[in-house]
């Protein structure tokens, strides 16, 4: 059974920094395309960032994808938080090597709260 947790999320100023974990049960996250999205309140689901089973990190702007084979995590740090990043924010998978379906992906977690406030 896949199993996905998320961690990491909590209420921080605007300007500071966290960083997510996304840690999986039941297969192997490094053979696999990974992607971390959020959900604010009164808005649909977007895609942060996405990283393919081939590529140790992504980049862009602020954000980081990153994994951590030996934990069987992928990671998203945020660095410059803004009000406007404050959401829920999911990672999920599947059995895909790359991005191309990933808001279609199987398997995602419960999702971790950031609150980007002064």
């Known amino acids: 059974q896949v199993q996905l947790v998320e961690s990491g999320g909590g209420l921080v100023q605007p300007g500071g920094s966290l960083r997510l974990s996304c840690a999986a049960s039941?297969?192997?996250?490094?053979?696999?395309?990974v992607g971390w999205y959020r959900q604010a309140p009164g808005k649909v689901r977007e895609g942060v960032l996405c990283i393919s089973s081939n590529d140790g990190s992504s980049v862009k702007g602020r954000f980081t994808i990153s994994r951590d084979n030996p934990k069987n995590t992928v990671y998203l740090q945020m660095n410059s938080l803004k009000p406007e990043d404050t959401a829920v924010y999911y990672c999920a998978t599947d059995m895909e090597l790359n991005c191309t379906n990933q808001y279609f992906f199987d398997y995602w977690g419960q999702g971790t709260q950031v609150t980007v406030s002064s």
């Open positions: 039941g297969l192997t996250l490094n053979h696999y395309a």
